[in-house]
């Protein structure tokens, strides 16, 4: 079986690609089956480069990896040289330079330029989004938010992703539209929180004026996904965008 990656269904340039890995066409055993694309995980370092080589088959060059802390420092991708840099966002605007960030239930943001200039991803989870790694990666891109489109990508939704008062109370405080990605959940104290909703929020926020996808649920699918929240011990996906 090969890699059936997720296409983001969006208007972008033409030189602009994007795609998704979900959990099918890798080598992995379970609880890891089979595409996973972590190696902090505990899988096995091997199967995991096998899988890094079917997606590299696909791509004009090895992924810029990232050492992901739920953070809002940004790599400029046509500087790096290797290594695994302590980033939650990436941009690019040399042709073949991949940009990616790997999730399991946090949401994964790709952006462009309408002109298909550059290019941008985020890992944005709760934390993520709350310091606000959506901020500093369209800063990055140095172009008028205006310009940019965004494609939100797998992530845990809103029928599953249950926080504490601390997490609504973080975002709510700062912005009072945030109340309306938060419905009570059937404990009390907890809420039910959507990431789409508040990644919207915070991209209109910027300027930004057309964004896509935000249909999925990691935690629902577990055929096609990987949900940290779900199972524990589990693999990781890739979302990956670059310029041709």
Known sequence: MGINGIRPGWPAPDRVHALVTTRAGGVSAAPYASLNLGVHVGDDPARVAENRQRLRALLPAEPCWLNQVHGTAVLDADTWAGGLPDADGVVSRRSGRVCVVMTADCLPVLLCDAAGTVVGAAHAGWRGLHA???????????????????????????????????????????????ASAFRAAAVPGKWMADLYALARLRLAALGVPRVHGGEFCTHADATRFYSYRRDGVTGRMASLIWLD
């Open 132 to 178: 606000g790694v959506l901020e500093a990666t369209v800063a990055a891109m140095d172009v008028p938010p205006s310009s940019l489109l965004a494609w939100l990508g797998p992530a845990i939704g809103p029928d599953a992703f249950e926080v504490g008062e601390e997490v609504r109370h973080a975002f709510v405080s700062e912005d009072p539209l945030a």
